[in-house]
Every structure is written in C-alpha cells, then in structure tokens.
C-alpha cells in the first residue's frame, strides 16, 4: 500500500493511495499562492498599475500544478473532500489522459462548480494582449527580483483552464450521499462521511474487507452551517490520512467573527467603507448569519451590504435549496418553512444586495458607507481589484481579511501604499490541534499519515509544543513529492464457495464451535473477487493401467477420513500400516518396536518419526 | 441566648451525640455553628458553658462515641475552637473536659496568642481532603474520621495507633513541629491551604512562616524558572530549591496545572492586602510570574527549559489561568513598584484586552485589573496630571474600548461601559484623560448603546452616559454635537418611561439621583419641575426598584430644600443647623408641587416591602425636620386635613393625586402628624421569612429531623 504525496499544501492536498490494486487520488486542491507573484488583474484601466515599470502586466495566470510523480492516467478514481478541494480537477481529467471517475457530493459538485466559474471569468473578462513566458527561463529567472527568482519549478505554472475544460471536467464527477457505499471493481469500497466543515464537505472510508483506510480532510467540530461531522465512522481504521487542519491555529473562529463585526461597525460609523475579499461560498454565508443578528442591535440597518460576484446570486441560492446537508437546526427550519438561512431576509428587506460585476446595476445603487464582499481574497485578480483602488486612498474605510489561504501583506503589496486600514481576521473553522487530539483519542487509528507541517511546530512559533499533532505512534509525516509506503500488511482475503461445493464438504468439529473442512476446488478470480467452484470431474480412470497394486483394501482405506486435527487413531494407523506396507508394530508401556521385513528405509523413518515425537514431550 | 433556644439545647446535644439519631444535614450544623459564633460574640463563653453543661458534655463527649458522623466530629471540633478563641474558656474546657477532649490534649504552654479557632478555622476549612482514599491515611485515620478534620494534617506522616485528638496528641514535640511536618508532607495540592493559614496567623514562628511562604510560591517560582532565559529578579526563586512534586504537579495534566496555579494566585491574592503578609513581600518577582503566566496563556511566552515549552503547550488558551492571574494581577497594582514594572503590567493587559481570542469573561477580568493599575498608577509629584506613562496607554487604550464597545457580544460591550464608567468616575477632572476620551469615539459609541437590544448593556450605558455627562464628557464641545448635549436628559427620561426592562430604568434614576445631588445642569436648571418630571415616571414603575429609588431622589430633594439629614454619630462634631434656603412654608409648598407627598405617602402602602420601608423613613425624616421648626405650629392652629384625609384611600389604593401638588401643605403636615410611623416602621422591620430565620427554628428543625418533638407517635394512623 503506498501513498504519492503530489502537494505539499497541507489544506489544499493531493494524495494517491494504491490499495488492492485500485489507484485512487484524494482531493486536488490548487494551489493559487503563486498567483501573488504577479500584478493585479485592474476591472477599468489603471493607470498606476499599467505605467509600472518593468515586468508590466505581460503574464497572467498561471497556478502550480503536480510534478510528474505518478503517470495521472492510472489513476481509476478521485475522491473529493470538498469545493476548496477540486479546483485542479480540469488540469488532472483533462490533459492527462484520466479516464475514471470522480465521486463527490452534490453540494461539493454545484459549489465547486461556481467557484470555478467565478475564477475562469475574473481570468477571461481581462484578456491580456500579449503574453510572456521566456522569463520561466532558468537563466533569466535568476536575473529577476526576489521573491520571483525564488520560486520553485515555474516551468510547471499552468495558464487557468476555460469554461469548456470545467465542464468536460465536472461531466466526469458521479454523485454520491454521505454514508453511502460505493464497489470499486469489486476490490474496495469506499464512502463519504460528513466532515462539518462545508455544505457537502466529507471526509472518505476506504475499505476492502480486512483493511481501513481513512482520509481525514478539511473537518470542522465547530457548529456552522453544514451537517455536524461523523466521528464514530471513522473507528478501527489501520491508516488515518489527516489533512486540511486550520490554518491559524492559534486564532480562535469566535473571536474573529467579533473582531470582524467590531471593526466593520467602527469604520462604518465613521463614514468609511469595508471591504470583504472572500470567496463566493462558505464562510460568508455565516458572516451574513451574524451581520443579520448585529447589525441591528450595531444601529447599522440602513448600511447597505453588497456581495459581488459572477456567481453571487446562485450561491446565495443554492445555500438555501442544500436543506439536507445543513446543520439540524437549519433543516428543521425548511419544515417551517423558512429560508435555512437568514441571509434570505436581508436580501428581502433590501440590506444585501448581490450583482453579478461592478458594471451594470451595481453602480446605480452604489451608496456609501457600504460593506462590500467580492473576490478574489488573493487580490491578483476579481472585482475586489477594482475597490482596493478605489478605496486604498482613503484611511475611513477597511480592507478585512477573513480567508487564511493568503498572506495578507502579500496580498496588500502592490497596492503600496496604502491609507485604508487593515484589518486580519482569518476564520478558520477546520480542526484545531487540541481537536485533533481528542478526535484521535477517541478513533484511536492504528497509524496516522499526516503532512510534515503538521509534526512540528508552526516556524513562527517554535516553542507552542501544542500545536502539532501528538499521537501514538508518532504521525508519519510526508512532504510534497515524497511516495510514502503506509505500515501495514494485508494479511487476508475473502473468498466466497458455491453452494454445491459447500454442501460436499464435511466439517470436523475441533473444538465448540469451530470446525474445519478440507477443501479441493478451484480458485476463480475476477473482478478482484474469489470464487472457490467445484473441481471438474476426473476423467474416468482408463482401466487400471496405472495402477500399481490390484488390491482389495482400497475401499478399506477410503473410509479413513482425512486427518484435520486432534490425536491420532494409533490402532487404526497402525492397522493400516501393518496393510499397507508390511510392517509390524508392537506398542507397549515403555517401548515400541518397528519390525519391517523388506523395507529398512520405511523402519528407519518410522523409527525417526517416533524419537522425534519422543523429543516434543 | 434565648430562654426558647436555652432549652431547647440539651435535647439538641444529645441528639448530636447519639449515632443511631439521623442528624439534618451538612448546613444545618453550618448554620448552627454561625448561630453560636454571634451568641459568644454577645456573651462571654465561660459563662455560656457554665450556664449550659450540655456543651462542654457534647465537647467530651463526640470524641469518644464511635460511628458518630463526620459532619457532628467535625462541627463539634469547630465549636471547641470558637469557645477556645476565649483564653479563660480554654482553661476552663482544659479543666473541665474530659481527658480526650480536644483542649485537654493541648499543652497549656502552646497556647497560642491569637485565637486557636481563627487559624483552626483557616487550616480546617480549606483543608479539606479525602482521607480514607489515600493508603497513607488508613493506618492513622480509622473508619470514622471526619472529611475535614485536623487528623488530615498529619497524615501522610508515619502512621500510629488512632488518636484520640488527632493533632494535638502528638507525644513528640511541638504543635508547630506538627505543622511543620504537615508542611512539607502534603502534597502541592494541600500544601497551599495550609501554608495560607500559617501565613494569616501574626504570631508564628517566624521560621514556619518562612517555610510555608516557600511552599506557597513554589509554583510560581516553577513558572518563572522555566521562562526566563537570564537569572531573574531577585527574591521568588531564592532559597526556593526545585520541588520535584510542584513541578510533576504542573506537567501531569492540564487540569492540575490549572488547578495548582489557580489556587496559588488566589492564595496569594487572599494575602496580599493582609497586614500580616510575609516581609519583604516579593513584588517584583510575582509581578513577573503574573506576567509571564499570562503570557503562557496567549502563547506569547518563550519558553527557556523543556518545562517551560510543555507549560506553553499546557497554558495556552486556558481562560481559567487567564482568569486567575489577572485577578492577582488587579491586586498586585496596590504594592509600590518600579516604573518599568508599571509598564510591564499595562503592556500585558493591553495585549489581553486587544486579543481577539480573548474570551468575555477574560476580558472583563482585564478590564478590572487595568482600572486597578490605572487608579493606582503613580502621580508626578505636586502635579494634578496623570504620570508620564498613562497619557500614551490611554491613547493606547481607547481605540481598544472602542472595539470592544462595538463587540458582537453583549457581556463584552456591558463589561467595557462599566470600566469606561469606573474610569471616568475616578479621572474626569484629569486634563489628559479628558483630552483622550473626546478626542476617540467612545462617548458616541457609549450614547448608541443606550439602543442596545440587551438590556443590561442599556443599563450600563445609561450609567455611563451619566457619569460622563456629570462631568461634561458625553459629547465633544464643538458646535455640531451641540444638540447630543443637551437632548441626553430626554433621552433617559424616554427610557425610564418606555424601557420594557426594569434594569435601563433603575440605572436612569440612579444617574437622575446622582445628577441631582450633585447639581447636574439639567437637574439645578429647573429643579422642581426636573424632580416633578421624574418622581412622576418613577411612580408610574412597575418595578419596585425604581420606585425605591425614586424615594432615594426624593430624599437628595428633600435635604436640598430643608437641609440635610442630621448625623446620628454621637461623636461627630455638631455642626449648627444650616438655615433652610427658603422659608418652610415656601419649601413644603415646593414638596406639594413637585408631587413629593404624592409619591411618598403611596409608596408607604407599596406592596412591596422595601419601598414602603424606605417611604416610612423619609416621612419620619420629614416630620422630624418639620418638628424642628415650632414656627409654624404657633401660625395655624387646627388645619383643615379634609383634603389630605380624602386623598388617602386613593394613595392606598395607589392612585396619584390628579393633578399631583394639590394638597395644602398644612394639611399633608397634619396628616403626617397622625400617622403612627414608628409603628409601622417596627412592623416593616420585620421581614416575612422571620420567624423561620430564627435560631429556635433551627433548632426545632434539627429536634425534628432526630423525631425529639413529635410527642404522638401513634397517631399517624
């Protein structure tokens, strides 16, 4: 059983796990990190970023992609956790040859899909006129400034897949439901389970018959929106793949949400404007959940609140239409019935209003102060472009980072300098270390397979012992590109017996209730499962040309029931002895003679079989 | 003590003293113990147990009755300790008990200079561990030891055949050697209880004090040792040798690292304003450990051992460590210390109160311990300004508040209105302090508040607003906050008419009886018509509360306009009598008119206690003053009470006069006259649950638990 570590982004992993002769990738998450190498994509011309000097607006976007580790063809099926996760799935279904299938969550699928769709139109509404690849030249990329000659394997940054790709891609997705059981070409069966991090987010269970693999990403134990997470599947297993942690480890997700409402209540008295980076789906929608509660008892009702996105509106939509994969207290409310979300009336009383661009309706009904939330939180690219320059200039208004994926001060460079204020709130709902180490208590997994990170403390903070994961035995830890053999053996294998054969056979009962049988049959495999069938019947014996001895003790012998276990039927044995090779035995208290008239090599062996059981007493 | 109690006690003892006797539970003896602790304050103890030979019986007695519960052993012990507290009571109990009794046991020379029961009381009450779990115990302890006794100090000592008197029979050396031992036997849990106990005493041998002072700060010098990277202050971690058992304590799990360190900081905080506290009480040092236990909490402490980096993992975000150290650390402002020291705590708690991950509770424990340090933090010398040091915290500070007072949760938002309340109660005539708050946003902030859907945030903000308002701060002096200014009276008037919680409309007449008192411009502008306008939103409440407190500005009214209410210190210096502003007749005139005796004369027949008292005692007041001046008796001679006596059905029922002020000042004086206050003063005194509070209640509570009482048996069938 191996593991093929194919990122080393340990909430954005891609992971390929050979177990039973099935290849199955888990989760490809993408990592856009890369992207803060490059200059804001400007919605209108900018004349600040366009008068740059040197390397000006000639590359766009390009992401990293896997190397080269595993040929991506072989790969049968990809599992995905949740929405974050599937962001690589064109570049790996559609230029690699993979011909599998992908399983995931209907939520995860429809959510997946608007992200993907708000990326590839914040990429193509801003075509570029020209475009420069030269400089990932190894000679030249040295030339250039730091940090882009320090970055690693540019050759392989991808341009960002189109509409068309994404499509072909999700058609290669097959649904599936929590807790449901899905055969793999007989050899494994694998499940999704609720992780209580996102809607449809799950965790999976790979299993065969004797062996348990789970695959642990993005959890949350935190009660949001999404179906609370199902722990007590994930017992027994002998490997548990843990990825997806928080990302902050250190901050805790209540606190941030007050930090947020705090500073977005202060600046908006003032007369300022705050703007929200953030991705279309997920975490915003319980920050509307808690703007419905506050911004009322704030004395903010007439702030209007603005969410900004080509995807906007079927977000906000298909939050509402998921009743089953909510949390109980929002399904219980579909029967009341009420939206499952309260973002549902704001937009009914007029305080949230979504529009798909800043262009067209937005900006008749602009007012200020206003919240803004719009993409994308690396601010490379998305209308937040667009809003950093037109509210940088002032220090009334506030840029709130609630999306941990990028370093905020690298995100805010280029717009340097900047009079806005900035204000960090990351709120990560994933699991915490603390969490975790219940969670592990309490599954008790007999090995645990984790990313590197995860087995020390974070750099920033050498000395906090207590964030990383303590476990026993210690996690085995991988790093991207590194082929992980996992610790355990498969030992055993089902096979199934067909029913005439079973029937012939005659159990011995060696002990209450345990019996045994011996068994003479054929082995059929297919589709990695066994069958034991009946031997073909012998030919009929052509007569008697073989055979050695006409005898008429045969039928006697046949009546001896093979041996299976206990003592051995000394009269019988020797009975049949003394018939069948002329051998006498006399056993009596304390000796035993073997007589052989013609055979010296029989008596000696018998002689040494009898000292060699005198020697085990 | 009563006749009806004296009698009552023989039976009661001999119930104590008998096993097969159910005996009530735990707090009745609590509540027993409380009752003889004021009846020997009253009377002398010695003439108590000669009054009652029951007692030194029962004292005799216990400690010889097998299977007698714990909770009596150890009530009994208790009460020995009271009655010893008195020296000749404890000669006579040497004298007159029995040779097991606990005194007897007791060296005559051993008697201590302070009372034996102020520190049996102090080690036995916290003391309180299980004995029969430990093996150490068994062999000393027998089946029947009580679950807090003076037998638990000794035993982890070597085991001895069960003693009669647990600590005092020692038969090698001295009570204080036991102790001693006790010390440095018990483990860190017990150790800080004890060592606290030895601490309060004022005369113990100096050598004992030093030793439990040690065992006291053992944890913290742990802390300190495993976080400083250079040799620390000196004083803490002297002499205080590595104690292998406070150290495995702190590492074993997080709960008794928590725990030990928990109660060391409120062991420490318990002594630190005791006079009695170890000298030279190490200030400095504990000021760092504070620090640096707080700074493992948030994760900000760097570790300098393997200790300190598994104390990091332990602590970090444990809001009950949190909790604890910026108790000790509120407390600690009032020692004298360097100014960097000043600096260090101000900087940690600013950290704490900025922290978004800083929980409500912890936060309001922040606030409580930066408005000690604030108020304590030392003042230039000859200069009325704040020290160099708060101008910058403050410009620090309220950009903090504001966040706070923007905070989604609402005990957040309360806790920081009443720290910005405390504050400028203590500050508002400092110029700087003045300077920083209008130039932030708080008090707008703190206006909007009083909108808030929490109630008790209203009540807050109403107090805060108050405050500032007192001393001009509500609102910036420009012109464009001109109308914020003045409209904040209407604004609390609006909520003590409409506010559905009773909260926001108590604290409005708080803040209305303080602006009165202390001339608030909107209460001296128009005064009358400014008390009219409230006693008649206050008698309106449904609230008791309110209407008490109504009373209460009735009462700052009334002194304004007859003077104020004589001192019945006996002692105090006469002042001579502060001629009345105006003439009586003009000043009672001025009481009708503003609807007073309305108010007063209904809340005297409120049905709910409090009030009516209250009311009883301003009407008193009002008459007494009135008696004062026989001018106006002389003037009139029969006044027409008709009006008065017509109105007063209607006040019973609760009804205002309509339109309030009508009455003829005579004949509300007659009216007063005729009413038997003191009567019913002395009826309201009462209260309704008296006659079960009393200690002969309790007694015949406990008789009956025992079935002394019940005189028929038979008859329940």
């Given at each position: 059983?191996?593991?093929?570590?194919?990122?080393?982004?340990?909430?954005?992993?891609?992971?390929?796990?050979?177990?039973?002769?099935?290849?199955?990738?888990?989760?490809?998450?993408?990592?856009?990190?890369?992207?803060?190498?490059?200059?804001?994509?400007?919605?209108?011309?900018?004349?600040?970023?366009?008068?740059?000097?040197?390397?000006?607006?000639?590359?766009?976007?390009?992401?990293?992609?896997?190397?080269?580790?595993?040929?991506?063809?072989?790969?049968?099926?990809?599992?995905?956790?949740?929405?974050?996760?599937?962001?690589?799935?064109?570049?790996?279904?559609?230029?690699?040859?993979?011909?599998?299938?992908?399983?995931?969550?209907?939520?995860?699928?429809?959510?997946?899909?608007?992200?993907?769709?708000?990326?590839?139109?914040f990429?193509?509404?801003?075509?570029?006129?020209?475009?420069?690849?030269?400089?990932?030249?190894?000679?030249?990329?040295?030339?250039?400034?730091?940090?882009?000659?320090?970055?690693?394997?540019?050759?392989?940054?991808?341009?960002?897949y189109?509409?068309?790709?994404?499509?072909?891609?999700?058609?290669?997705?097959?649904?599936?439901?929590?807790?449901?059981?899905?055969?793999?070409f007989?050899?494994?069966?694998?499940?999704?389970?609720?992780?209580?991090?996102?809607?449809?987010?799950?965790?999976?269970?790979?299993?065969?018959?004797?062996?348990?693999v789970?695959?642990?990403?993005?959890?949350?134990?935190?009660?949001?929106?999404?179906?609370?997470?199902?722990?007590?599947?994930?017992?027994?297993?002998?490997?548990l793949?843990?990825?997806?942690?928080?990302?902050?480890?250190?901050?805790?997700?209540?606190?941030?949400?007050?930090?947020?409402?705090?500073n977005?209540?202060?600046?908006?008295?003032?007369?300022?404007?705050?703007?929200?980076?953030?991705?279309?789906?997920?975490?915003?929608?319980d920050?509307?959940?808690c703007?419905y509660?506050?911004?009322?008892s704030?004395?903010?009702?007439?702030?209007?609140?603005?969410?900004?996105?080509?995807?906007?509106?079927?977000?906000?939509?298909?939050?509402?239409?998921?009743?089953?994969?909510?949390?109980?207290?929002?399904?219980?409310?579909?029967?009341?019935?009420?939206?499952?979300f309260?973002?549902a009336?704001?937009?009914?009383?007029?305080?949230?209003?979504?529009?798909?661009?800043?262009?067209?309706?937005?900006?008749?009904?602009f007012?200020?102060?206003?919240?803004?939330?719009?993409?994308?939180?690396?601010?490379?690219?998305?209308?937040?472009?667009?809003?950093?320059?037109?509210?940088?200039?002032?220090?009334?208004?506030?840029?709130?980072?609630?999306?941990p994926?990028?370093?905020?001060?690298?995100?805010?460079?280029?717009?340097?300098?900047?009079?806005?204020?900035?204000?960090?709130?990351?709120?990560?709902?994933?699991?915490?270390f603390?969490?975790?180490?219940?969670?592990?208590?309490?599954?008790?997994?007999?090995?645990?397979?984790?990313?590197?990170?995860?087995?020390?403390?974070?750099?920033?903070?050498?000395?906090?012992?207590?964030?990383?994961?303590?476990?026993?035995?210690?996690?085995?830890?991988?790093?991207?590109?590194?082929?992980?053999?996992l610790?355990?053996?498969r030992?055993?294998?089902?096979?199934?017996?067909?029913?005439?054969?079973?029937?012939?056979l005659?159990?011995?009962?060696?002990?209450?209730?345990?019996?045994?049988?011996?068994?003479?049959?054929?082995?059929?495999?297919?589709?990695?499962?066994h069958?034991?069938?009946?031997p073909?019947?012998?030919?009929?014996?052509?007569?008697?040309?073989?055979?050695?001895?006409?005898?008429?003790?045969?039928?006697?012998?046949?009546?001896?029931?093979?041996?299976?276990?206990?003592?051995?039927?000394v009269?019988?044995?020797?009975?049949?002895?003394?018939?069948?090779?002329?051998?006498?035995?006399?056993?009596?208290?304390?000796?035993?003679?073997?007589?052989?008239?013609?055979?010296?090599?029989?008596?000696?062996?018998?002689?040494?079989?009898?000292?060699?059981?005198?020697?085990?007493? | 003590?009563?006749?009806?109690?004296?009698?009552?006690?023989?039976?009661?003892?001999?119930?104590?003293?008998?096993?097969?006797q159910?005996?009530?539970?735990?707090t009745?003896?609590?509540?027993?113990?409380?009752?003889?602790?004021?009846?020997?304050?009253?009377?002398?103890?010695?003439?108590?147990?000669?009054?009652?030979?029951?007692?030194?019986?029962?004292?005799?007695?216990?400690?010889?009755?097998?299977?007698?519960?714990?909770?009596?052993?150890?009530?009994?012990?208790?009460?020995?300790?009271?009655?010893?507290?008195?020296e000749?009571?404890?000669?006579?109990?040497?004298?007159r008990?029995?040779?097991?009794?606990?005194?007897?046991?007791?060296?005559?020379?051993?008697?201590?200079?302070?009372?034996?029961?102020?520190?049996c009381?102090?080690?036995?009450?916290?003391?309180?561990?299980?004995?029969?779990?430990?093996?150490?115990?068994?062999?000393?302890?027998?089946?029947?030891?009580?679950?807090?006794?003076?037998?638990?100090?000794?035993?982890?000592?070597?085991?001895?055949?069960?003693?009669?008197?647990?600590?005092?029979?020692?038969?090698?050396?001295?009570?204080?050697?036991?102790?001693?031992?006790?010390?440095?036997?018990?483990?860190?849990?017990?150790?800080?209880?004890?060592?606290?106990?030895?601490?309060?005493?004022?005369?113990?041998?100096?050598?004992?004090?030093?030793?439990?002072?040690?065992?006291?700060?053992?944890?913290?010098?742990?802390?300190?040792?495993?976080?400083?990277?250079?040799?620390?202050?000196?004083?803490?971690?002297?002499?205080?040798?590595?104690?292998?058992?406070?150290?495995?304590?702190?590492?074993?799990?997080?709960?008794?690292?928590?725990?030990?360190?928990?109660?060391t900081?409120?062991?420490?905080?318990?002594?630190q304003?005791?006079?009695?506290?170890?000298?030279?009480?190490?200030?400095?040092?504990?000021l760092?450990?504070?620090?640096?236990?707080?700074?493992?909490?948030?994760?900000?402490?760097?570790?300098?051992s393997?200790?300190?980096?598994?104390?990091?993992?332990?602590?970090?975000?444990?809001?009950?460590?949190?909790?604890?150290?910026?108790?000790?650390?509120?407390?600690?402002?009032?020692?004298?210390?360097?100014?960097?020291?000043?600096?260090?705590?101000?900087?940690v708690?600013?950290?704490?109160?900025?922290?978004?991950?800083?929980?409500?509770?912890?936060?309001?424990?922040?606030?409580?311990?930066?408005?000690?340090?604030?108020?304590?933090?030392?003042?230039?010398?000859?200069?009325?300004?704040?020290?160099?040091?708060?101008?910058?915290?403050?410009?620090?500070?309220?950009?903090?508040?504001?966040?706070?007072?923007?905070?989604?949760?609402?005990?957040?938002?309360?806790?920081?209105?009443?720290f910005?309340?405390?504050?400028?109660?203590?500050?508002?005539?400092?110029?700087?302090?003045?300077?920083?708050?209008?130039?932030?946003?708080?008090?707008?902030?703190?206006?909007?508040?009083?909108?808030?859907?929490?109630?008790?945030?209203?009540?807050?903000?109403?107090?805060?607003?108050?405050?500032?308002?007192?001393?001009?701060?509500?609102?910036?002096?420009?012109?464009?906050?001109?109308?914020?200014?003045?409209?904040?009276?209407?604004e609390?008037?609006?909520?003590?008419?409409?506010?559905?919680?009773?909260?926001?409309?108590?604290?409005?007449?708080?803040?209305?009886?303080?602006?009165?008192?202390?001339?608030?411009?909107?209460?001296?502008?128009?005064?009358?018509?400014?008390?009219?306008?409230?006693?008649?939103?206050?008698?309106?409440?449904?609230?008791?509360?309110?209407?008490?407190?109504?009373?209460?500005?009735?009462?700052?009214?009334?002194?304004?306009?007859l003077?104020?209410?004589?001192?019945h210190?006996?002692?105090?210096?006469?002042?001579?009598?502060?001629?009345?502003?105006?003439?009586?007749?003009?000043?009672?005139?001025?009481?009708?008119?503003?609807?007073?005796?309305d108010?007063?004369?209904?809340?005297?027949?409120?049905?709910?206690r409090?009030?009516?008292?209250?009311?009883?005692?301003?009407?008193?007041?009002?008459?007494?003053?009135?008696?004062?001046?026989?001018?106006?008796?002389?003037?009139?001679?029969?006044?027409?009470t008709?009006?008065?006596?017509a109105?007063?059905p209607?006040w019973?029922?609760?009804?205002?006069?309509?339109?309030?002020?009508?009455?003829?000042?005579?004949?509300?004086?007659?009216?007063?006259?005729?009413?038997?206050?003191e009567?019913?003063?002395?009826?309201?005194?009462?209260?309704?649950?008296h006659?079960?509070?009393?200690?002969?209640?309790?007694?015949?509570?406990?008789?009956?638990?025992?079935?002394?009482?019940?005189?028929?048996?038979?008859?329940?069938?």
């Open positions: 059983m191996k593991l093929y570590c194919l990122s080393g982004h340990p909430t954005l992993p891609c992971n390929v796990l050979k177990f039973k002769s099935t290849t199955i990738m888990l989760d490809c998450g993408l990592d856009m990190t890369s992207t803060l190498n490059f200059l804001p994509l400007p919605l209108v011309q900018s004349p600040r970023l366009s008068n740059l000097p040197g390397w000006s607006l000639k590359d766009g976007n390009a992401f990293l992609d896997k190397t080269e580790l595993i040929d991506l063809s072989t790969v049968d099926v990809i599992l995905i956790s949740n929405y974050h996760c599937m962001m690589a799935l064109p570049y790996i279904t559609e230029h690699t040859g993979f011909t599998g299938t992908v399983y995931a969550t209907e939520p995860t699928v429809q959510i997946g899909r608007l992200l993907m769709e708000e990326l590839v139109n990429i193509e509404r801003v075509p570029k006129a020209q475009s420069a690849s030269l400089w990932k030249n190894k000679d030249i990329q040295r030339l250039l400034p730091s940090p882009l000659k320090d970055a690693v394997e540019v050759s392989t940054w991808r341009r960002c189109t509409m068309q790709e994404v499509n072909s891609a999700l058609s290669k997705i097959q649904l599936v439901g929590y807790s449901q059981k899905i055969e793999l007989g050899a494994v069966q694998v499940t999704p389970l609720s992780s209580g991090y996102a809607l449809g987010s799950s965790n999976w269970i790979i299993q065969s018959h004797y062996e348990k789970s695959y642990v990403s993005g959890s949350s134990l935190l009660t949001t929106h999404p179906q609370p997470m199902d722990q007590a599947s994930l017992k027994n297993s002998d490997v793949v843990l990825t997806g942690l928080t990302q902050i480890p250190t901050a805790n997700p209540d606190g941030m949400v007050g930090e947020f409402c705090s977005l209540a202060l600046t908006v008295r003032n007369g300022g404007n705050v703007l929200v980076p953030c991705y279309p789906s997920g975490v915003i929608y920050l509307l959940e703007l509660q506050y911004i009322d704030a004395g903010l009702s007439s702030v209007p609140l603005y969410f900004i996105s080509p995807v906007a509106n079927s977000s906000l939509e298909f939050s509402q239409i998921f009743a089953e994969w909510l949390c109980h207290n929002k399904q219980s409310k579909v029967y009341l019935p009420e939206p499952p309260p973002h009336e704001l937009i009914q009383t007029n305080k949230l209003k979504h529009y798909p661009s800043i262009h067209g309706d937005f900006s008749n009904d007012r200020q102060p206003c919240v803004v939330f719009t993409g994308h939180p690396s601010l490379r690219f998305g209308d937040v472009v667009h809003f950093m320059e037109l509210w940088g200039k002032s220090s009334l208004n506030t840029v709130i980072f609630t999306e994926d990028f370093s905020y001060l690298e995100a805010l460079a280029p717009y340097q300098p900047l009079a806005m204020k900035c204000i960090y709130c990351p709120i990560d709902t994933r699991l915490n603390i969490q975790v180490s219940k969670l592990l208590k309490e599954v008790q997994p007999l090995h645990v397979v984790c990313p590197e990170q995860y087995t020390q403390p974070p750099p920033a903070q050498s000395h906090r012992m207590d964030l990383m994961i303590d476990c026993q035995p210690p996690a085995m830890s991988y790093r991207r590109a590194e082929v992980l053999a610790p355990f053996k030992r055993y294998e089902k096979i199934e017996i067909m029913p005439e054969l079973a029937d012939s005659v159990p011995m009962e060696i002990k209450p209730g345990i019996s045994l049988a011996t068994v003479s049959a054929v082995l059929h495999t297919k589709d990695n499962k069958l034991l069938q009946p073909p019947r012998p030919a009929q014996p052509t007569s008697g040309k073989k055979r050695k001895r006409v005898s008429d003790d045969v039928p006697d012998c046949k009546v001896l029931k093979p041996l299976l276990s206990g003592s051995i039927p009269e019988q044995f020797v009975q049949t002895l003394e018939k069948e090779a002329e051998t006498l035995i006399q056993i009596e208290e304390d000796s035993t003679h073997i007589i052989c008239d013609n055979d010296e090599m029989l008596r000696v062996r018998l002689r040494d079989l009898v000292l060699k059981f005198l020697q085990k007493f | 003590m009563d006749p009806e109690c004296a009698q009552l006690l023989p039976a009661l003892c001999a119930v104590l003293v008998d096993p097969r159910p005996v009530a539970d735990d009745c003896l609590e509540k027993l113990l409380d009752w003889f602790k004021t009846v020997t304050e009253g009377e002398s103890s010695v003439v108590l147990l000669q009054e009652h030979p029951c007692l030194v019986e029962l004292l005799s007695h216990v400690l010889k009755v097998q299977d007698l519960s714990s909770g009596v052993l150890s009530f009994s012990l208790r009460l020995a300790g009271t009655f010893a507290a008195q000749n009571c404890f000669q006579y109990l040497q004298v008990s029995t040779p097991s009794s606990p005194c007897r046991e007791t060296p005559a020379c051993l008697w201590p200079r302070r009372p034996v029961s102020s520190w009381t102090s080690w036995l009450c916290p003391c309180e561990v299980e004995p029969r779990g430990s093996p150490a115990c068994r062999g000393v302890t027998g089946p029947r030891v009580p679950r807090r006794s003076w037998i638990t100090l000794k035993s982890p000592c070597a085991p001895r055949p069960p003693p009669s008197s647990p600590v005092f029979s020692s038969s090698d050396g001295s009570l204080w050697e036991t102790v001693a031992r006790a010390l440095s036997c018990l483990g860190p849990t017990h150790m800080g209880p004890l060592a606290l106990g030895i601490l309060k005493l004022e005369h113990c041998p100096q050598a004992l004090r030093t030793q439990a002072f040690q065992v006291l700060l053992q944890p913290l010098a742990c802390v300190l040792k495993a976080t400083v990277q250079a040799p620390g202050p000196p004083g803490l971690l002297d002499g205080t040798a590595d104690d292998a058992t406070t150290v495995d304590t702190l590492l074993a799990s997080k709960s008794s690292c928590a725990g030990l360190l928990c109660r900081l409120a062991h420490l905080e318990e002594l304003p005791l006079p009695q506290r170890p000298s030279p009480w190490p200030q400095a040092s504990l760092g450990a504070t620090v640096t236990v707080l700074r493992l909490c948030d994760g900000s402490a760097a570790p300098a393997s200790v300190g980096g598994h104390l990091c993992g332990t602590l970090a975000g444990c809001v009950r460590v949190q909790r604890a150290a910026l108790d000790f650390l509120g407390t600690l402002s009032q020692g004298t210390g360097p100014q960097e020291l000043v600096t260090q705590a101000l900087a708690l600013l950290e704490c109160l900025e922290s978004p991950g800083s929980s409500p509770t912890v936060l309001k424990k922040a606030f409580q311990a930066t408005l000690r340090w604030l108020l304590s933090s030392p003042k230039t010398p000859g200069c009325s300004d704040l020290g160099p040091l708060i101008p910058q915290f403050l410009r620090e500070l309220f950009p903090v508040l504001q966040k706070r007072l923007c905070h989604p949760c609402w005990e957040v938002r309360d806790s920081a209105l009443e910005l309340t405390q504050l400028s109660r203590h500050w508002g005539g400092q110029a700087d302090f003045r300077c920083a708050l209008l130039a932030s946003e708080v008090p707008q902030l703190a206006l909007q508040l009083l909108q808030d859907p929490e109630s008790y945030v209203r009540a807050s903000a109403v107090t805060a607003m108050g405050q500032l308002s007192s001393q001009g701060l509500h609102a910036p002096t420009s012109p464009e906050h001109a109308e914020a200014r003045q409209s904040l009276f209407l609390l008037l609006h909520i003590l008419s409409v506010d559905s919680e009773g909260f926001p409309r108590r604290a409005v007449m708080q803040v209305f009886t303080e602006w009165l008192r202390d001339g608030h411009a909107d209460a001296a502008q128009d005064t009358e018509q400014f008390v009219a306008t409230v006693l008649q939103a206050a008698s309106r409440d449904l609230d008791w509360e309110v209407r008490a407190q109504g009373l209460e500005l009735a009462l700052v009214f009334l002194g304004q306009t003077g104020p209410p004589r001192t210190c006996p002692y105090a210096v006469a002042l001579p009598e502060v001629a009345p502003a105006q003439p009586l007749t003009e000043a009672l005139r001025a009481l009708c008119h503003v609807g007073l005796f108010f007063a004369f209904c809340a005297l027949f409120d049905c709910d409090p009030v009516a008292q209250k009311s009883c005692d301003l009407l008193l007041f009002l008459r007494d003053k009135i008696a004062s001046y026989s001018s106006l008796r002389e003037a009139r001679g029969s006044p027409n008709a009006s008065a006596e109105t007063l209607r019973r029922a609760g009804e205002q006069a309509q339109p309030p002020g009508d009455q003829e000042p005579e004949a509300v004086l007659a009216m007063l006259r005729s009413l038997d206050l009567g019913l003063r002395s009826t309201l005194a009462e209260s309704s649950d006659v079960e509070k009393s200690p002969q209640s309790l007694l015949q509570d406990m008789l009956a638990t025992g079935g002394f009482l019940q005189g028929d048996e038979a008859d329940c069938y």
